[in-house]
């Protein structure tokens, strides 16, 4: 067995709406194709993977540095202990070979596409769904349909009133039942209204989660907490700079309603830094690491156990990025549930159709790998790029 070729393809994402601070009509995505010399029903094995949604592409990083140090490494060095599949860890420390400690940031983005590339391809060696090779190699009991809410109710660049709410009843058409919306991007009192309109749609605040995308100081902080804290909202996204925690731990301090963070955080330290510093509360404070722009599923695994060392239950661990990977990870890993962005950031957003939607719970498919090849839209990028 040999890896032959790695590649990689900026992919655009589909589609133009905002957060608070940021529009993603120019977002990219690495799609990331490990290929081997192993054949299996006639077709090539290849190893498939993405980094996140609402980073960008990091085809220089990938390119300049990271394939060149694997294809130097060579598969042997690869390999784990059977010699039937590869050791993630092995190849997150090769693709990482002389690069300092710290400075945590597009790199994590470049090498976690890679790393859970290697995963897709170790499910495929298997013939199984990757959310079973998940599962043996971190022991877990995985439940197979988890909870997931439908992300969405950003700033959209035209159209009037009522479209949150119309986009919100799309998703309860699709089958959801709890959904996630923006906030931050327009005044308090607008927010206040557009929270309003939407849980016209969920019924109840335990079923809308409210995201600041990291916008908000301290006094601006506060001010939204005290406008929110009567609906009883399901969570209160990234209230601050993702990095300062202490303003996390103010805020908690003020706010008894759930806080979720963590999308931002690209390490295992960092997320031990949130751990010591962020005062996040076990039992009600929700994790949102995503594997894909921090270094991959190896580095998530290490930032699940820190989770746990310090009280936390690996339930509260939603991944940030709606999309068939951290479903799979979801799943595989036990966490608490994942999110869908049904409508929007295609063609990496949402499920495949074999996903199954059961009660407001998903269920992976039945295809080999993280089943990218099986979402309709997101089969020609990847024809693109084997080609
Ligand atoms: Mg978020």
């Known amino acids: 067995?040999?890896?032959?070729?790695?590649?990689?393809?900026?992919?655009?994402?589909?589609?133009?709406?905002?957060?608070?601070?940021?529009?993603?009509?120019?977002?990219?995505?690495?799609?990331?194709?490990?290929?081997?010399?192993?054949?299996?029903?006639?077709?090539?094995?290849i190893g498939l993977a993405f980094n996140?949604?609402?980073?960008?592409?990091?085809?220089?990083?990938?390119?300049?540095?990271?394939?060149?140090?694997?294809?130097?490494?060579g598969?042997?060095?690869?390999?784990?202990?059977?010699?039937?599949?590869?050791?993630?860890?092995?190849?997150?420390?090769?693709?990482?070979?002389?690069?300092?400690?710290?400075?945590?940031?597009?790199?994590?983005?470049?090498?976690?596409?890679?790393?859970?590339?290697?995963?897709?391809?170790?499910?495929k060696l298997r013939g199984e769904p990757a959310w079973v090779t998940i599962a043996r190699h971190f022991g877990t009991t995985p439940q197979e349909a988890m909870p997931v809410y439908a992300a969405?109710?950003?700033?959209?660049?035209?159209?009037?009133?009522?479209?949150?709410?119309?986009?919100?009843?799309?998703?309860?058409?699709?089958?959801?039942?709890?959904?996630?919306?923006?906030?931050?991007?327009?005044?308090?009192?607008?927010?206040?209204?557009r929270i309003e309109e939407a849980l016209t749609v969920a019924g109840d605040g335990s079923r809308l989660a409210v995201d600041a995308n990291g916008r908000f100081g301290f006094d601006e902080a506060i001010a939204y907490a005290d406008a929110i804290r009567p609906f009883g909202l399901r969570w209160y996204e990234e209230i601050g700079d993702p990095l300062d925690y202490d303003l996390n731990r103010r805020v908690a301090e003020c706010y008894?309603?759930?806080?979720?963070?963590?999308?931002?955080?690209?390490?295992?330290?960092?997320?031990?830094?949130?751990?010591r510093h962020g005062g996040m509360r076990p039992g009600r404070d929700v994790f949102q690491m995503d594997a894909g722009i921090s270094y991959g599923l190896v580095e998530y695994g290490r930032m699940i156990a820190l989770m746990e060392e310090h009280g936390f239950d690996r339930r509260f661990a939603f991944p940030h990025g709606g999309h068939m990977i951290n479903l799979h990870i979801v799943v595989g890993m036990g966490l608490g549930g994942c999110e869908a962005y049904p409508g929007?950031?295609?063609?990496?957003?949402?499920?495949?159709?074999?996903?199954?939607?059961?009660?407001?719970?998903?269920?992976p498919g039945a295809s080999p790998g993280f089943g990218l090849e099986a979402k309709d839209d997101l089969r020609p990028a990847i024809a693109h790029l084997l080609n």
């Open 152 to 193: 969405g109710g950003y700033y959209y660049g035209t159209g009037g009133a009522g479209q949150l709410r119309d986009e919100l009843l799309r998703y309860r058409d699709m089958g959801f039942d709890a959904y996630k919306m923006k906030i931050g991007g327009a005044s308090l009192a607008d927010d206040v209204r």
């Open 75 to 123: 598969t042997d060095a690869l390999l784990d202990a059977e010699g039937s599949g590869f050791d993630p860890a092995k190849v997150l420390a090769t693709a990482m070979r002389n690069e300092k400690p710290g400075g945590h940031g597009d790199r994590a983005g470049a090498v976690g596409a890679l790393e859970l590339a290697f995963w897709d391809l170790n499910a």
């Open 344 to 363: 929007v950031f295609q063609p990496f957003g949402g499920y495949a159709a074999e996903c199954r939607l059961v009660g407001s719970r998903v269920v």
């Open 52 to 73: 996140s949604i609402g980073r960008f592409a990091q085809g220089g990083i990938i390119r300049d540095r990271v394939i060149p140090r694997m294809m130097a490494a």
């Open 256 to 275: 008894d309603g759930p806080i979720a963070t963590g999308e931002n955080l690209f390490s295992a330290v960092d997320t031990r830094n949130l751990l």
């Open 1 to 45: 067995m040999r890896v032959t070729e790695i590649r990689e393809l900026s992919v655009p994402l589909e589609g133009n709406i905002s957060n608070a601070v940021v529009n993603f009509a120019e977002h990219t995505v690495s799609l990331v194709a490990v290929l081997t010399d192993v054949v299996r029903d006639g077709r090539q094995v």
